[in-house]
């Protein structure tokens, strides 16, 4: 199985500030063929399910503010919040396609400071 | 993108079988291509992918849960199937069904597009 190792486990930032999250994949999960990423990330707030923010790693979703960033490719990815607001108050999850079985990073809880 | 929506009974008994439907709407699974896959959170925990499963094709399933799952489509009713027999106090949790559109390689997995709201299942006796 393909291992999604998410740091930090946590994070609290300040109103305005980025926030970075990583996302380390146990193989490469880019598909040479179409220079593609099988990469998505997903918000979950409480209560809801998860919401898809990017897809192809980079790929925004339709609707997703262009304050979040997604970006890496091979084993690395980051999903970068550039100015925190208060509804983006959530847990994060990187989600890879590339094999079955689809597995997920452990996830990552954005807070305010 | 459309709407999903769970069912089923929210309380199974310990070794019976877990049963839930995912009913589509605002599009068609037999026309358009829409894979289903199912997704668990137990309480405070991360996302565990079950399976997936199309109206053409074998299903997909984890193989840590593979001998116990069935997916299947009814195309009637535009709707997915789960079941999950012999199942234990581990197997509480919020059950998801979220769509892809099998826009990987070959029609392999792809980003999930479409969730529905989760529907809890607990298992106790």
């Known amino acids: 199985d393909i291992v999604m190792t998410q740091s930090p486990d946590s994070l609290a930032v300040s109103l305005g500030e980025r926030a970075t999250i990583n996302c380390k994949s146990s193989q490469s999960i880019l598909y040479r063929s179409t220079n593609k990423n099988y990469l998505a990330w997903y918000q979950q707030k409480p209560g809801q399910p998860p919401k898809l923010l990017f897809y192809w790693a980079s790929t925004r979703a339709s609707g997703v503010p262009d304050r979040f960033s997604g970006s890496g490719s091979g084993t690395d990815f980051t999903l970068t919040i550039s100015s925190l607001q208060a509804e983006d108050v959530a847990v994060y999850y990187c989600?890879?396609?590339?094999?079955?079985?689809?597995?997920f990073g452990g996830g990552t809880k954005v807070e305010i400071k | 993108q459309v709407q999903l929506q769970e069912s089923g009974p929210g309380l199974v008994k310990p070794s019976q079988t877990l049963s839930l439907t995912c009913t589509v709407s605002g599009g068609s699974i037999s026309s358009d291509t829409y894979y289903c896959n199912w997704v668990r959170q137990a309480a405070g925990k991360g996302l565990e992918w079950i399976g997936r499963v199309y109206t053409r094709g074998s299903p997909d399933y984890n193989p840590s849960l593979q001998s116990r799952v069935i997916m299947s489509v009814d195309t009637s009713k535009n709707q997915f199937s789960l079941k999950l027999s012999s199942v234990t106090a581990a197997d509480t949790a919020v059950y998801y069904c979220?769509?892809?559109?099998?826009?990987?390689?070959?029609?392999?997995?792809?980003?999930?597009?479409?969730w529905g709201q989760g529907t809890l299942v607990t298992v106790s006796s």
């Open positions: 979220a769509t892809d559109r099998g826009y990987g390689a070959g029609g392999g997995p792809a980003h999930f597009d479409s």
């Open positions: 989600h890879q396609y590339y094999y079955t079985p689809l597995t």
